[in-house]
């Protein structure tokens, strides 16, 4: 609703979880209990270059392969996206 609302130009997300997100800010400014840190995803970007059929056919070569390592090790994928762009996104959960 916010990004509605305001229409920003630009909008960013963190992988990372904290215990009071909206009061986070620079460390001299804002109290400690505002800036706990309880955990964060792991993300891997993978991204081919320059931008083709067949650099972005490697690049879902290289997320097949990643995911094979991650059910390998008993890491957690918790999604897998298009990046939009010149590869994929795979976002693990660290345990």
């Not at 995803?41 to 690049?59: H, K």
């Amino acid at each position: 609703m916010w990004l509605i609302r305001y229409r920003p130009y630009d909008g960013y997300y963190s992988t990372s979880c904290w215990l009071v997100p909206e009061n986070l800010g620079r460390r001299e400014r804002t109290p400690v209990s505002d800036n706990i840190f309880l955990s964060s995803d792991i993300v891997f970007d993978i991204d081919r270059s320059p931008f083709s059929f067949f650099t972005l056919d490697q690049a879902r070569e290289d997320a097949l392969n990643l995911l094979d390592f991650c059910h390998d090790h008993n890491l957690p994928v918790k999604y897998i996206a298009f990046s939009g762009s010149k590869g994929f996104h795979i976002v693990c959960r660290d345990r």
